[in-house]
């Protein structure tokens, strides 16, 4: 499947993006894990969250829906979960993964988890090594790669972890994992991330604590089932962001975004470049900070982006490349090595794709250097491969806002992980975008 993006457009209107993926994923787990019956409001219905509702369905958890974003989830408790009778496929998710393999730790059966031929090259000796620090039994393939097995005996130690790199991924598995261990378990993490999972367990009521860059949890605890309504996901509403902020005569209101502090590098970079954005009707829901973004047409000048900014917009750096090729002057990025291991090697493929389309701009090892254009005419027409990446493709739809012809953009079909409505959106917003299949 591919995406046709004709260039032009101004954007206007109101609208909603999808589900925050990241909470929607923890919403099922937690739900699951936790005593009583936890509703759901604003579920990501896209493949990688019902990747993670199969998988504990498999585990014999009743769960009803999803029914527009609506869900019913009949916990079983920490310890309720049954052995699936098959390998839980969790698509192209690295967060299911990763965070499932903590919960998959405490239990006293054996379980594999796999996923798709991308999901099959991320790293998951990061995730891997912590866990057998823990003293649970689990084996990769060569080069830490999934699928993993892991053969769980009931039995978690507690530890401290230190760890190596600024990954939320990493910290909730340990954090997740734990939730079983006798005693305390903690990790403190080299640079802030995301702390979803932080926020989470204390809505669901168990035990956990943070003190500065270190997050600590009581083991052998419970959860107790809640509401949640999860906010429009901010790495979805960046590509409108970044959209309304190149195209000319553009005005914009996108709602009810998640504004968790861990997660606006992506507001706190685009305004230092000069982006027209005001954040409007900020509110708390369920313990997450919610607000609307208004965005208009402006001009932008290239920065060097603040390494301490990195982490807090790792997901959005694709489309944020768009941006910096619109921009007056040079803007460099470094520190962002784990760009390289995400759904695709993201710093190759977009260095490969905008020098297809006419682009200065040179790669390193942990980051690029990206010469901005200010002609209304950036990019030139063409084709390029989003490597099944879908935050690359939707990246490149944007891309064509300010091109002097269509770009073509293979590969698109991935884009349902995380904004299955992501063309008719677009489209509603003033892209002139179609499907060809």
Do not use: W
């Not at 098959?86 to 299911?96: E, I, V």
């Not at 195209?247 to 027209?276: C, E, F, K, W, Y």
């Amino acid at each position: 499947m591919e995406f046709k993006v004709n260039p032009g457009g101004s954007l206007s209107g109101s609208h909603r993006v999808p589900g925050d993926k990241s909470m929607s994923h923890r919403s099922i787990m937690f739900g699951a894990v936790a005593e009583g019956v936890t509703h759901v409001k604003g579920f990501l219905e896209g493949e990688d969250a019902l990747a993670t509702l199969s998988a504990f369905r498999a585990m014999g958890v009743k769960i009803d829906g999803p029914r527009e974003g609506e869900l019913t989830i009949h916990g079983v408790g920490l310890n309720g979960l049954k052995q699936p009778s098959l390998p839980l496929d969790l698509g192209n998710s690295g967060t299911a993964m990763r965070l499932m393999a903590g919960l998959m730790a405490g239990q006293n059966f054996p379980v594999t988890l796999e996923g798709d031929e991308s999901l099959s090259k991320r790293p998951m000796g990061r995730i891997a090594e912590p866990l057998r620090l823990m003293g649970v039994d689990i084996e990769t393939e060569k080069g830490g790669r999934p699928p993993l097995r892991i053969n769980g005996t009931g039995t978690v130690n507690g530890i401290h972890y230190d760890m190596p790199m600024a990954s939320a991924q990493v910290k909730s598995c340990v954090l997740l994992a734990g939730l079983y261990a006798k005693g305390e378990t903690s990790t403190t993490e080299p640079a802030p991330t995301r702390d979803h999972t932080e926020r989470m367990l204390k809505g669901f009521g168990y035990p956990i604590r943070v003190e500065g860059a270190t997050a600590t949890v009581q083991g052998l605890g419970r959860l107790t089932a809640m509401d949640i309504d999860v906010p429009a996901d901010i790495s979805s509403a960046a590509f409108f962001m970044v959209a309304a902020t190149i195209a000319s005569n553009s005005d914009i209101m996108l709602n009810h975004v998640g504004m968790n502090p861990t997660r606006i590098g992506v507001i706190n970079i685009l305004q230092q470049m000069g982006a027209d954005i005001t954040i409007n009707n900020e509110r708390d829901v369920g313990g997450e900070p919610v607000a609307d973004i208004r965005v208009r047409s402006s001009l932008l000048h290239g920065i060097h982006i603040p390494e301490d900014q990195v982490p807090l917009a790792i997901d959005e750096f694709p489309v944020l490349f768009i941006a910096a090729c619109c921009a007056k002057g040079t803007t460099t990025l470094t520190g962002a090595e784990e760009l390289r291991a995400k759904e695709s090697d993201r710093i190759q493929v977009m260095v490969d794709g905008l020098r297809s389309l006419g682009v200065d701009i040179k790669g390193t090892d942990d980051g690029a250097v990206i010469v901005g254009n200010t002609s209304e005419g950036v990019f030139s027409g063409g084709r390029v491969s989003s490597h099944h990446d879908h935050r690359i493709a939707m990246s490149f739809a944007v891309a064509a806002l300010r091109a002097t012809g269509a770009i073509f953009i293979e590969g698109s079909d991935t884009v349902a992980t995380s904004f299955p409505n992501f063309v008719e959106l677009a489209a509603a917003a003033g892209f002139d975008i179609q499907v060809n299949t």
